[in-house]
């Protein structure tokens, strides 16, 4: 199947600041992309320019179609959470279901139900008599019951504890989740996420600086930990980021050879947090 | 199709105060000042006479009407106690509309909404047919439950005072007709109005604070400002904005105003004494003469135009 989104030279331009200069990326289906960057750094505009809700230069293709001129149809396949905060707070819970049901050609009320049963939320109530967390698990049962090819996810789970952060993707990952699907994922919390993500995306300052998947990212990527004595040595080998822990040197290497590295010190994977911080300051931070 | 009947359902989830509960409540107002008002005669007339039941006696007196007369009388009334509701729907309708494309975008919930596969053009299409058509439809609901109940208790009261209610009441007076005919009004009002509900909502979409005063405002200060070039003498303009506007917005086809100055009643923007009161002012065939009024088709334009824009906006804007 061909990609699921295409971009070649996007840009979107505010008054005063570009969101996104010059962009390439593809999006391959079966992929849980995490779109990674400090805040303003064009993040929003790019999920937003890929759903059809704001306009952009360039090139852009979602499952073969124009966001901005076939928006609705767009929305037959593609399905967005954009945060907890946006289910309007006089719906009722059976409303919801009904609506979505009543206008989505590819929503199943059987599994709505079933999502809605594992959690405590009543039919009856209302949106804003649900805490976060249970508006989240309602918005997140509404959009698994559709059979959406991509799903995109702008911050899902701000502001939600660790609890319900935790049981977010585990359902996401197991209930959802399969080759024919896609998902989008924007965060701040890297940390919760990375072990589900098949690909990075880093975006600074309106610009894709990593755009790898995580296979590669444990293959080009390696974390030496070494000794003062040898510092000196890791650093001419040119690393691209250092910090210190507990007196020793962690240096982090894009495609170093791992025999010669190993004669450094132990050698680890990166996390995503630390090769998120480290491209960041090696661009400019 | 079926999805915009579920817009037009999710009107109703949400404005089911002000779409149903509202005219119940105004029903039930009416009801019971009737009923406030019978007791409060009863009792006033037994104190005076030391008679009871003489409030049947004074009710009597309708006997000596030609009851063939009564029809007119009859169909007047109700299409004069529903004036009120008309008056109230008028707001309410308007700040619907003026609700309808701002209050998603200020809670953040038009997230969700875009979210769906829905047009935008359906999405305001289905704000305007919520406010100018079901809403009126409900509320023709209510008039038809408030004066059923009304004309039980004239029945009753027509019992009491052993006055034949068939020949009185329910021979001469036709509420289903008026109802029908108050709904054909609501659907041909639905144009005349199209300019003002199509304003309301442009206002609902384009405004970023404040879409009452977006509402407002230009006309006001349009009306204004012809006053003022007016009063200049140097130019004579043959034409008002208020004038314009007021016949807008209180011409429609329903009975908004029933004002009794004298003998003159003024329903809608008909104008009839007393003498002539041998037919209603709204009928069918008055219903389908305002299409052939040049106002009617120029409102329709404007409704168009305000409601394209209106669409464009909600369409393209981007909300950051």
Known sequence: MSDIIKARGLRKRYKNTVALDDVDFDVHPGRIVGLIGPNGAGKTTALKAILGLTSFGGELEVIGLDPMKERSRLMNDVCFIADVAVLPRWLRVHQAVNFVEGVHPRFSREKAQRFLDRTKIKPNSRVKELSKGMIAQLHLALVMAIDAKLLVLDEPTLGLDILFRKEFYNSLLNDYFDEERTIIITTHQVEEIEHILTDLLFIKDGKIILDTTMEDVSERFTEVMVAPDLADEARQMKPLHEREIFGKFVFLFDGADQMELAELGELHNPSVADLFVATMKENGA | ?320
């Open chain 2, 1 to 320: 199709m079926k999805s915009f009947s579920f817009l037009l359902r999710r009107e109703f989830w949400e404005n089911r105060g002000a779409f149903f509960t509202l005219p119940l409540g105004i029903g039930g107002f009416f009801v019971f000042i009737a009923v406030a008002a019978l007791t409060a005669a009863a009792t006033f007339i037994e104190e005076i006479d030391g008679e009871r039941f003489m409030l049947t006696k004074a009710v009597a007196e309708i006997k000596k009407v030609d009851p063939a007369t009564l029809d007119v009388v009859w169909n007047l009334n109700l299409l004069g106690t529903s004036a009120i509701f008309h008056m109230v729907l008028l707001f309410v309708v308007f700040f619907y509309l003026l609700g309808s494309l701002y209050d998603d975008r200020r809670d953040r919930s038009i997230l969700f909404w875009k979210s769906l596969p829905i047009s935008d053009a359906n999405t305001v299409l289905s704000k305007l047919v919520a406010g100018s058509l079901l809403a009126p439809a409900l509320w023709v609901a209510a008039i038809a439950i408030t004066q059923t109940t009304l004309l039980l208790i004239t029945t009753i009261v027509f019992w009491l005072s052993d006055i034949p209610v068939y020949d009185y009441l329910w021979g001469p007076a036709d509420p289903l007709e008026t109802w029908l005919l108050l709904l054909a009004s609501y659907a041909v009002q639905a144009f005349w109005m199209l300019p003002v509900w199509g304003w309301a909502l442009l206002a609902s979409s384009f405004a970023r604070s404040k879409p009452f005063l977006w509402a407002v405002a230009p006309p006001v200060l349009l009306a204004v400002a012809y006053t003022w070039i007016n009063a200049t003498q140097y130019l004579r303009i043959d034409f008002s904005v208020w004038t314009m506007i007021g016949n807008r917005i209180l011409g429609g086809v329903v009975p908004i105003q029933f004002n009794i100055e004298g003998d003159n009643v003024q329903i809608g923007s008909m104008r009839f004494t007393d003498d002539d009161v041998t037919e209603l002012p709204i009928t069918w065939g008055t219903l389908l003469e305002r299409f052939t009024w040049p106002d009617m088709w120029w409102g329709i334009l404007f409704g168009v135009v305000f409601i394209a824009l209106a669409i464009y906006i909600r369409r393209y804007r981007d909300e950051s």
